[in-house]
């Protein structure tokens, strides 16, 4: 318990020294004293979004749960989440209209997020608007260094499509938010950029810290200790992938050094950034890009496929095979999701965990990519986002029922003053 009668620390302590600059993560010494009247005006752990976006939709009946509420059957593809079932809402039955005259795949992935309804060609003939991450971004992200935070895990070198196929943020109509790619890049950009002479950022910052640690109390020392460790490891997976020999295949890029040669290493690196940002306060809002809409690209999903895979073509190939190979395919995303909530759950935070505090989206704006069906959308949610969200269930919604909806629905839960959204008819239940 921190027990100091000094001034709370600030929020934004930062570690500091030969150009990292390491901010610290949630702790007690951060609360004015219990009983105070700065105490009971503190405001708690900020909430955070993310959202994490997979093409070409997914094998429907592997996916979705029959049974609706609290008892649905772990399927096939989202048995890795089993374990989590009660920090997570799964959601069926929601749709998107599809505005003919521009790419079904386009569509998918750039209108995901999209505020404009499908009708509403303000790019175009493309629906795309200020997305929802900018939206959310502009109400609570004001106070942080990085409002919102982009990345993308396409490393594909032959750009054989548009940026409609690739970008789910948008600041607005035809304004495509730019994503990282480079793990390398994201670390500085959270942590600085050290001098080429520096290990570690934690051995540039070692001094600060120690002199930190000598003013908090034995919790905060802990949190602080745990957290550095943390630093530390996530750095230590950068510098590994940077080390790597290059990629021997010709359709992927190696201009980003430190993208990991393992699949699902480079998926869960990205999203471990995520969880870093949100732990210190860099930023409340991300999204995250597994693979773009339609890339005919051969792909290794490495411990899944002894074989390079093309995601998009299997869509359309017909036969058991091709099906099963897709269910593996959707189970490879899903397992690296399960291991970013996982990360969330298992960090503290404000006597309970991060994952307390956010609301991170898995998701596709397309249903069934064999048939270009933008109906029965795949969404699984985690998080209880500071208390607005009551987990555990899976929504299972009749009829044609907006995606919009939900994105109203959270849009509203962390103070966006909005009666619609896109093309909503209503809010759903978080």
Known sequence: MNVSTTAPLHRRTLLRGAGAAIALPWLEAMVPAAGTAAAKAAPGPPPRLAWVYIPNGVVQDAWHPRTAGPDWEATPSLAPLADLRRHLNLY?????????????????????????????????????????????????GRDTPVPSLHLSCNDHANQRETRYFESVSWRGPGNAAPAQKDPRQVFDRLFGKLDPSAAS?????????????????????????????????????????????????????????????????????????????????????????????RWDTPRLYHGVFDEPQNHHALTHTKGDEAK???????????????HVV??????????????????????????DGRVHDYGDLPLVTAGGLG??????????????????????????????????????DGTVTL
């Open 92 to 140: 069926t039955g929601l749709d998107r209209e599809f505005r003919g005259g521009t790419g079904v795949h386009a569509q998918a992935g750039c209108c995901w997020l999209s505020s404009s309804p499908p009708a509403e060609a303000l790019d175009g003939g493309f629906p795309t608007n200020r997305t929802l991450d900018q939206i959310v971004a502009s109400q609570i």
């Open 342 to 367: 996982r990360r969330l759950a298992e960090t503290p935070e404000a006597g309970g965990s991060l994952l307390d505090n956010c609301l991170i989206s898995l998701g596709s704006g397309m249903g």
């Open 201 to 293: 950022v934690l051995d540039v910052a070692l001094a600060d810290a120690k002199r930190l640690r000598t003013g908090l109390g034995r919790s905060d020392r802990q949190t602080v200790d745990g957290y550095l460790q943390s630093v530390r490891e996530l750095e230590k997976r950068v510098q590994r992938a940077g080390a790597s020999p290059a990629e021997a295949d010709p359709h992927l890029a190696r201009r980003a050094s430190s993208v990991p040669e393992d699949r699902g290493e480079y998926l869960r690196l990205m999203g471990d950034l995520i969880v870093a940002a949100f732990r210190q306060d860099r930023t409340r809002v991300a999204t995250l890009l597994v693979d773009p809409e």
């Open 387 to 424: 208390g607005r969200v009551r987990t555990g269930a899976h929504h299972k919604f009749e009829g044609k029922v907006p995606l919009a909806n939900l994105w109203l629905s959270v849009a509203q839960a962390v103070g966006v003053e909005a009666d619609a959204f896109a093309d909503s």
């Open 324 to 338: 099963e190979k897709l269910a593996r395919i959707d189970r490879f995303h899903v397992e690296q999701f399960a």
